[in-house]
């Protein structure tokens, strides 16, 4: 084709992250599953929040569908499954363990190199020599979490005011030598890494270069389509980084553009992977189809390439939980609404886990999305699921834009 339509780009973006799945057809996943899912999106995101769960538990959700989330967890932390790990990539990241040797030229850059926070940090002479200290302690009793150091000194009065050992334990995390073994309340458990990465992990170092244009290919690979600038996304990598590496990947045929129309009407130059050309010949054929309805996590990786949400769908992703409460337009931590291959609402939850009641303090449709039944049918269905996931009896619908989409969401339910 000359032009590719937009409806074909977004099936493709929605297929490479696993989310064109029919509800309901899924198979009840499997910890194989899993382990598969975070191999094809390449990372998911960890967040805080936690007003239902959190957003790396939440991803898998949105593709597969009601799980255990201790299942997950096992993937990442358990000596006897582990396949996962905790590392960086976007931000904090679980990541496959295939991919941790990409880890250590940034260790490295950070050992040799350390940032101003962290010499200003290392030039109190105490706080140096805690470092080898709690390595060593580490050593000596195992697997260890900042609560197990005793800390004598003034109150801390803001939650980054760290004490000294949770410093040293982060310095040491950042630099490799020790790993995330566990997490206990999601208060991070820290051991050495050679206890905790399994021998079979490749330990070889990369060049930096190496490592940059292995995440932006993946990166592209994941993404389905995505614009030049946005490449290195998943990596937050600046343009003027990634911009050789792409040039690079376009000259050897692994990035093939090609030529699509966007929301403004307009055509522009849009960058497949090589491999994924198939797959948007066969939605342009109309022979690959997005049959899913889910709701998104705010950090979910569809997200990652900077104003593709606009720019593909019309739809400004917003997480307003850094922000006053007067200056939120939709709300804490909403979720957009996936209905097949367009984004239609979203809505801002909070899971009262007391009594078991999940509260939607706002629920919205995107101006020009009605409220037919094929709709909100498909949203009641995704919704039981997701207050299955969460273990809630009852919904609460407190605002509703259209009124008349909450009334009848809840009538379904």
């Known amino acids: 084709m000359t032009t590719y339509p937009l409806a074909a780009l977004r ?4 297929h490479t992250q696993g989310l064109t799945t029919p509800n309901g057809t899924e198979p009840p996943p499997a910890p194989e599953s899993l382990r598969g899912l975070l191999r094809q999106l390449g990372a998911v995101q960890i967040d805080t929040l936690h007003v239902v769960q959190r957003s790396h538990y939440l991803v898998p959700w949105s593709r597969l569908g009601r799980y255990d989330p201790a299942d997950f967890d096992r993937l990442v932390y358990n000596p006897a499954q582990r396949c996962l790990f905790e590392g960086w990539l976007r931000a904090a990241c679980i990541l496959p363990l295939e991919e941790y040797h990409y880890q250590i030229p940034h260790q490295r850059r950070l050992r040799e190199q350390p940032n101003n926070w962290y010499l200003q940090w290392l030039s109190q002479e105490a706080n140096a020599e805690l470092i080898p200290q709690v390595l060593e302690r580490v050593r000596r009793d195992g697997a260890l979490r900042t609560v197990d150091f005793e800390y004598h000194g003034p109150k801390r009065g803001s939650w980054w005011d ?10 040491l995390y950042a630099f490799g030598d020790l790993m995330i073994a566990d997490r206990v309340n999601f208060q991070r458990v820290y051991d050495l890494t050679e206890r905790v990465l399994p021998n079979w992990v490749d330990v070889s170092e990369p060049t930096p270069e190496e ?28 343009r003027a980084r990634s911009r050789p590496h792409v040039a690079a990947l376009l000259a050897a045929g ?39 309805t889910t709701f998104l996590s705010p950090f979910d ?34 979720l957009p609404i996936l209905h ?20 939607l303090k706002a629920l919205y449709l995107e101006p020009g999305v009605a409220p037919e039944d094929e709709l909100v049918h498909d949203v009641a269905a995704a919704m039981r699921d997701f207050m299955a996931f969460h273990g809630a009896q009852d919904l609460v619908v407190e605002r509703s834009v259209p009124a008349e989409f909450g009334e009848k969401l809840q009538a379904m339910l």
Not at 258 to 271: C, F, K, N, R
Not at 312 to 330: I, N, T
Not at 350 to 355: D, P
């Open 254 to 292: 692994v990035f093939v553009p090609i030529t699509a129309e966007l929301t403004d009407g307009q055509s522009h130059e849009v960058l497949v992977h090589r491999d994924n050309l198939p797959l948007l010949e066969q939605a342009a054929a109309g022979e690959l189809a997005a049959r899913r």
């Open 301 to 334: 990786s569809l997200f990652w390439p900077q104003r593709r949400d606009v720019r593909f769908w019309g739809f400004r992703q917003a997480l307003e939980a850094y922000k006053p409460a007067p200056q939120r337009r939709w709300g804490y931590f909403c």
């Open 340 to 359: 097949r291959d367009r984004l239609v609402g979203r809505f801002d939850p909070k899971m009262e886990r007391g009594n078991g009641m999940l509260r």
């Open 162 to 171: 760290w004490k000294p050992a949770k410093t040293a334990l982060e310095y």
């Open 211 to 238: 490592r940059d244009r292995h995440w932006i290919e993946e990166g592209v690979r994941a993404f389905g389509a995505c614009e030049a600038a946005q490449a290195g996304d998943n990596a937050w990598m600046k």
């Open 11 to 14: 099936i493709l973006a929605l």
